[in-house]
């Protein structure tokens, strides 16, 4: 099965070389190196481009030829979405304007909470704005990228404001997790991709059984936190849309037993707020792994 494993790609060559366009030439020149790099992935991404495929065919009943064409426009979205990421971390963030929808909703988590969100759009972009919310902002993620580019994508990052928890096997993340709840800050975190052995739901979701990490929900639950489902998507090349929805805290039978069915509506919320924002944004979801059980490897 052709599960996530957490890595990202990108060698440390091609960061340079996108970082040296940004910083001397500027973001057209990005974009315009990007079409190329977009059809190579295109081209020879065969893992990748079935999983896509079966995404735009036979979950939202694109043809054929759309289908292509839509799966070569997706890897070029994505492209743009890093571009302007690295450009916004490394200082240039005056060039993208965005606006907001629930950003209240953020402001009054006074007592911090959990915002779970999904690989659409770019919710980097957003962290990176939040400092209008006047909160500490926590990402936590499963990061095994090579050491070289995280040191070098470091030395680029201007404002380096964003403090990330890595999921670590030993668990000590769930300490900074609670740590960081307990202190009253933001935690974000992502519930849109399973890692081989990790716990999974089954729920449908755009209308065929798919399976969600069961992680994100279980540690909302646990502690008890506000949830809030965060998206930030990009509308035209320079502006971005950030949504919130309005916190709430689910209720569990109990804290040290914590059900399946203790998680659902939880879940179906996520869902619903997901299914709205993909429908829209069809080809801001970033998700080139195996998803819907139906779906082969």
Known sequence: MSTWDGKTRGGLTGYRIFVYILKNLGLRPAYFLLRFVSFYFFLFSRTSNKHMRYYF???????NRKSRISIYRNYYVLGQVLIDKVAVMAGLGKRFSYHWDGEEHLRNMKDG???????????????????????RFNI??????????????????????LHVIPIKEDL?????????????????IHADRY????????????GKEALFPEGPFYLAARFG???????????????????????????????????????????????????????????QWFNYHRFWEEETD
């Open 57 to 63: 065919r036979e979950v939202l009943g694109y043809g």
């Open 113 to 135: 909470g959990l915002l779970i969100s999904a690989h659409i759009g770019s919710w980097e972009i957003a962290g990176n704005f939040l400092y209008r919310v006047d909160k």
């Open 140 to 161: 936590v993620m499963l990061d095994e990228e090579h050491q070289k580019i995280k040191n070098y994508m470091d030395d680029v990052l201007s404002d380096k404001n």
């Open 172 to 188: 000590s993340h769930l300490l900074a997790i609670k740590n960081a709840l307990e202190n009253k800050e933001l935690v974000a």
């Open 195 to 206: 890692i081989e052995g990790s716990k999974t739901i089954r729920h449908e979701f755009l």
């Open 225 to 283: 936190a506000p949830v809030t489902f965060v998206f930030a998507v990009k509308e035209t090349g320079k502006h971005y849309h950030f949504i919130a929805t309005q916190a709430k805290r689910y209720e569990t039978t109990s804290k040290r037993s914590i059900s399946e069915d203790d998680l659902r509506p939880m879940i179906k919320d996520y869902i619903c707020q997901m299914e709205r924002i993909i429908r829209e944004y069809p080809l």
